[in-house]
């Protein structure tokens, strides 16, 4: 993490095995998926590992969280996945409506958007 005012490093998180594909942020809490096939809550402050979310059989590709306890992802295993970053469990298991790689989410407290 670095400071984007100065351009200093702030401090390094260490836990993927594999690349980062994406990673979203509110301030406090930091998520992040990998090319591992995981997603990643982090405490942003402390700078250590919360939660590591598994489901997706290939590259993380895409996150959405703005905050709260709530988290999308897409992979290019074809599914969309919602997640309860708080508790670090599936909510919500899209599978078999995609025929291709998920690049982009996105979704609102009433519905999703793809």
Known sequence: MW???TGDFIKEFVGHTKGLACVQFDGKTIVSGSNDHTIKVWDAEKGICKHTLKGHTDLVRTLY????????????DQTVKVWD???GVLLLDFENVHTSWVFGVQFSMTKIVR
């Open 3 to 5: 400071c984007v005012e």
């Open 65 to 76: 969280f703005a905050g709260g306890n709530r988290a999308i992802s897409g992979s290019y």
């Open 85 to 87: 970053v708080e508790k």
